[in-house]
């Protein structure tokens, strides 16, 4: 088995929000109200009306899809930096997912009404906006590709690209994956069991495509990930977690 003693350099995490200039995106930031929220405390449920944007300028806050049968799968992961949520300005809309903090967070809370009239105000705003909504809509679909085409094994892989390029830092080949995430909890992006994971993950140490290092993930092969899940060698903006 190979060892990942090895001194790491950073990858760069990619923010979605990296496509607004920071003039556009310092006005946005002057129109939200901040607010400190508790860890494990719910932004919005499943069905709540979509009718705000929430920026992350501290703290990393989930969001999950629950299904008929009562199982939650984990759409995203968004940490500081990240603007996620709807806006339903033609039509009623509601949620289709809900979100809630995994720590203690700083959110700022955007209402649609706010941003309309910022949106109508500056031309060059809407359009990065649009490219925003573009973005988040490409993330979705390419998670929801790898789900439905590439099985659990090619999910799986996917999965683990994702968090190379979210939580990574590398050193040549090898890049350690820094955020720790349960068996169970990779089960819930790509809807299996902790026990399908456990086999999936056993089959990728034995193949030495990974290791682990002090309860992290370590990837040696990227390469194989990749030819696993027939990557589409999407941007880093798109394949993050």
Do not use: P
Request: net charge negative; with cysteine; glycine share 6%.
């Amino acid at each position: 088995m190979r060892t990942s003693s090895v001194n790491y350099s950073n990858i760069n995490c990619y923010h979605n929000t990296a496509g607004f200039s920071a003039y556009n995106l310092d006005a946005i930031k002057d129109i939200m109200y901040m607010y400190t929220i508790k860890k494990d405390h719910y932004l919005f449920l499943e069905d709540d009306t979509a009718d705000k944007l929430f920026f992350i300028r501290e703290g990393n806050v989930k969001l999950t899809k629950t299904t008929a049968d009562g199982k939650e799968h984990i759409l995203s992961l968004f940490g500081k930096g990240d603007m996620f949520g709807e806006l339903s300005s033609f039509q009623d809309l509601a949620h289709s997912y809900s979100a809630y903090t995994l720590e203690n967070s700083q959110i700022g809370i955007i209402q649609q009404r706010d941003m309309e009239i910022l949106l109508w105000q500056h031309g060059d705003l809407a359009i990065e906006f649009m490219h925003w909504n573009t973005l988040m809509d490409r993330i979705t679909k390419s998670k929801l590709r790898d789900l439905t085409f590439h099985g659990k094994s090619g999910a799986l892989a996917s999965t683990l690209i994702r968090m190379c390029n979210s939580y990574g830092k590398t050193d040549g080949k090898s890049i350690f994956i820094q955020k720790r995430i349960k068996n169970g909890e990779l089960g819930d992006f790509i809807g299996a069991t902790r026990e399908s994971v456990n086999r999936l993950l056993s089959d990728l140490k034995k193949r030495e495509i990974i290791s682990q290092q002090d309860g992290c993930i370590v990837v040696h092969e990227v390469s194989a990930l990749k030819e696993m899940c027939y990557c589409e060698e999407c941007s880093v903006e798109v394949c993050r977690m």
